[in-house]
Structures are given as structure tokens and as C-alpha cells.
């Protein structure tokens, strides 16, 4: 889990970005290409239904166009874009419900512990099963079973595979809570996935070649 | 010195991400070593986070790359950005 090496596509966006200030504005939808899906993945782990994601992630490409000259570069792009994908929709929950969010948070953590499921042996479960749409939806419906302080870190993390620091940084928040949050969510997303996936892999195809 | 299970499974997540001190990563794999229970925990969590940063988990919906830049390219012809940014084509 770790990012590739990606010094010069980010001197390449600094580039980009600068061209895009003095005015070649096309150029923007060529900076943010390889953002599309990371985006969308965010804003949906964050307000759950499909079309507010795309809401959500087409106002965040447009606040970062409109706020690129504010754009430093002291922390990468793709961290910067996040974070405003990250606040976009946070504004939107706040506007349906005034009611949810945080107060759910603590309910969950039991004393701040969180256990595992329990289980004598594992058999590894190959990723060709994620193209049975039963197994994607067994994943994306623990995901969105998380409380959202959880959902985002463990996204951040372990989809989008940023690092620790890139994690707290996105969020503004420690690392230690990062560790921490990370911790609890990969645990209920063991304890609420482990079950299932047991009896579902050997139900069709009992024996995968290796 | 020997752990319990119970102390294991709160180190799971950072001994997935290789951030465990030496001394503590070492009793963590003793442990393992001769315990099922942690092992098959541990593995099924492992197992679990790569199925989930699988790009196969969370599909873009069908044409929502055509719409997002769609609606850029009309921010882009519309109004400037920055305050001192030069209409240049």
C-alpha cells in the first residue's frame, strides 16, 4: 500500500496550473483527468447516493477552478482538490440534515475498542470475485455502514491509498487520530465483512486455481 | 515476553501498514506464529482492504465524465478566474 514515485507528473501540474493562470484555461480539463474517479469515490463516501456524488464532485472541480490562483503548492494537488471535495460535501449534509453526523460517532466505539470477528481460518478470496456485483455490494454497503468520521479516513487510506500524513493533512486532523480512526474502521469493516465473505466465496466456483 | 490475542488485534491495522516499532512487530509475528484465530483475523483483514481499494468496488456512473466536463467547459468560457488573469487564447 504504498503511492508510486510521482515527482515529475507533479512538476508537471505545476506547470499546468501555472499555464492555466495566465490563461489557457482549457488546460484545466486535462489537469484534473486523472482526478475524475478519486473524486467521485470521496464525495460518495461521504453523502452516499450516487447523484449526490456527482453533485458534489462537479461543484468541487468547479470551486477548485474558480480558487486555482489560491493553490500554493505546498501540499500536492490531489491533496488540496480533496480537501475541498472533502468540505463540498460536508456543506451538503449540513444542508439536508442538521441532525446527523458526529452524534453517531461515539455511540460506536464501545469504550474505544473495537473487536474482530472471530474466525479458526481464512481463505483468501481472489479479486476476480469482485466482478459478482453480490461481493461489490457486500463492500460498498459495510463501507457505507461506517460512521463518517471512520468512512473517510478508511477511504482516504485503503481506496485512495494515501499515505498516513496525506490522510491527516486532507482531513485536518493528527496523525495519531488518523492511526487511530483507521484502526476502528478496518476492524468493524473486518467484523462486519468476514462472515459474510466466508459464506459467500465457495458458494459458486468452490476451487479458484491457486 | 509473551502477548494476548487481545492486545494483537489492536495492533492489526498498523502492523498491516508496517509502522509497528521493531520489538512490538516481532511479539505481534511471534504470536501469530501459533495463533489461528489472529492469523485468520489478520489475513481476512488484509484481504479485505485490498478487495476495497479494488477500482472494481465503486464504478464512475455512466457518463459522468461527459457532464463534469461538460459543466467546466462553460465555468471555462464563462467568467474569469484569478484577479489579474489575462484573456490570452
Known amino acids: 500500500m504504498s503511492l508510486a514515485g510521482d515527482a515529475s507528473p507533479a512538476l508537471d501540474e505545476m506547470r ?27 464525495a460518495l ?27 500554493r503548492g505546498e501540499s500536492k494537488f490531489s ?11 460536508r456543506r451538503r449534509l449540513r444542508r439536508q440534515s442538521t441532525v446527523r453526523m458526529e452524534s453517531l ?16 481460518d481464512w481463505r483468501e478470496i481472489p479479486s476476480e470475485a469482485l466482478e459478482r456485483r453480490e461481493i461489490r455490494a457486500l463492500l460498498q454497503d459495510a463501507i457505507g455502514h461506517l460512521s463518517p468520521i471512520y468512512r473517510e479516513v478508511l477511504v482516504l487510506r485503503d481506496v485512495e491509498e494515501l499515505s498516513i500524513e496525506e490522510t491527516a493533512g486532507a482531513l485536518a486532523i493528527s496523525i495519531s487520530s488518523v492511526k487511530v480512526r483507521l484502526h476502528r474502521a478496518r476492524i ?23 | 515476553m509473551v502477548i494476548e490475542c487481545r492486545h494483537v488485534w489492536d495492533y492489526i491495522s498498523e502492523f498491516l501498514d ?3 516499532p521493531p520489538e512490538t512487530r516481532e511479539l505481534v509475528q511471534k504470536h501469530l506464529q501459533n495463533c489461528e484465530i489472529c492469523s485468520a ?11 476495497t481499494a479494488d477500482d472494481r468496488v465503486f464504478e464512475l456512473p455512466a457518463g459522468y465524465s461527459e457532464r463534469l466536463h461538460a459543466r467546466l467547459a ?10 489579474e488573469s489575462p484573456t490570452r487564447d
Open chain 1, 16 to 42: 499546468m496550473i501555472a499555464a492555466i493562470l495566465a490563461g489557457d484555461r482549457e488546460l484545466y480539463h486535462r489537469l484534473i483527468q486523472p482526478y475524475e474517479l478519486r473524486v467521485y469515490r470521496i
Open chain 1, 188 to 210: 468493524m469493516l473486518q467484523k462486519e465483512l468476514a462472515p459474510k465473505l466466508k459464506l459467500v466465496s465457495p458458494k459458486k466456483r468452490r476451487w479458484f486455481q491457486w
Open chain 2, 74 to 83: 462553460r465555468e471555462i468560457h464563462g467568467e474569469n478566474i484569478g484577479s
Open chain 1, 79 to 89: 491533496t488540496w482538490l480533496i480537501a475541498i471535495t472533502l468540505n463540498e460535501a
Open chain 1, 105 to 120: 460517532d461515539d455511540a460506536t466505539e464501545e469504550g474505544g475498542r473495537v473487536s474482530p470477528a472471530l474466525l479458526r
Open chain 2, 41 to 51: 483475523i489478520l489475513d481476512s483483514t488484509r484481504n479485505i482492504l485490498v478487495l
Open chain 1, 45 to 71: 463516501s461521504c453523502v452516499k447516493s450516487e447523484m449526490d456524488a456527482e453533485d458534489v464532485a462537479q461543484e468541487a472541480f468547479l470551486k477548485a477552478f474558480r480558487d486555482l490562483a489560491t493553490f
Open chain 2, 18 to 20: 508496517d509502522s509497528l
